[in-house]
Structure formats: structure tokens, C-alpha cells
Nanobody
Framework: QVHLVESGGGLVQPGGSLRLSCAAP????????FGWYRQAPMKQRELVGK???????NYADSVKGRFTISGDNAKNTIYLQMNSLKPEVTAVYYCTGGTWMKPSYWGQGTQVTVSS
């Protein structure tokens, strides 16, 4: 069984920053793309952004310029740096691995709450 494990979520004030981490087992580095999705209460799950292992990123319009996805091959970890956080980004954030077109593997999610 493959496990992606997210961490780094929590409560942060508006305007603050958080960095989410996703530990990926070595077996998953056959995936060509890793991404982050989120699901807010009463809303559909949506793509936040994704990164291809050979370069290339894509972000939702709502997070462009504020969120950055990166990876550390030595640590088998993918990161989501989130800056200038707003209450509307409150959601459970999921790490994924798969192809550029479709994620195949999902983590269990980590809660991000932006509130004063």
C-alpha cells in the first residue's frame, strides 16, 4: 500500500504563511507529477497546483503568486508554500502523485484554517 503523508497544517491568522509537506515513498517517484488539492466544507475538491518532476508547474488562478510548489528529491518530499493567506483558503489539503492529467495516489489530508 502506498502512502503519501501530509503535515504542516494548522491554524493561522489572515495574512500569515504556512508550509505544507508531503512525504512520498520512494516507490512513488515513478510518478511524473505531484500535486496539491483542497476541499473546503460543502465544496468540491479542487486543484491547488501541481509540479512535474522534469519541470513545469500549474496553479489555480486563485493562488497564483501566493502559493508555490517545490520538491526535494533527497528527502522524497513535496512542499506547498502558502503566503498571504486568506480565510477562503480554509480547507483540507491533499497531496497527490500521478500523471500530469490525473492523480493516482492521495494522502490523508491536512487541515488548514485561516482565521483571526
Amino acid at each position: 500500500q502506498v502512502h503519501l503523508v501530509e503535515s504542516g497544517g494548522g491554524l493561522v491568522q489572515p495574512g500569515g504563511s504556512l508550509r505544507l509537506s508531503c512525504a512520498a515513498p520512494a516507490s512513488l517517484f515513478s510518478c511524473s507529477t505531484f500535486g496539491w488539492y483542497r476541499q473546503a466544507p460543502m465544496k468540491q475538491r479542487e486543484l491547488v497546483g501541481k509540479i512535474a518532476i522534469f519541470g513545469g508547474t500549474n496553479y489555480a488562478d486563485s493562488v497564483k503568486g501566493r502559493f508555490t510548489i517545490s520538491g526535494d528529491n533527497a528527502k522524497n518530499t513535496i512542499y506547498l508554500q502558502m503566503n498571504s493567506l486568506k480565510p477562503e483558503v480554509t480547507a483540507v489539503y491533499y497531496c497527490t502523485g500521478g500523471t500530469w492529467m490525473k492523480p493516482s495516489y492521495w494522502g490523508q489530508g491536512t487541515q488548514v484554517t485561516v482565521s483571526s
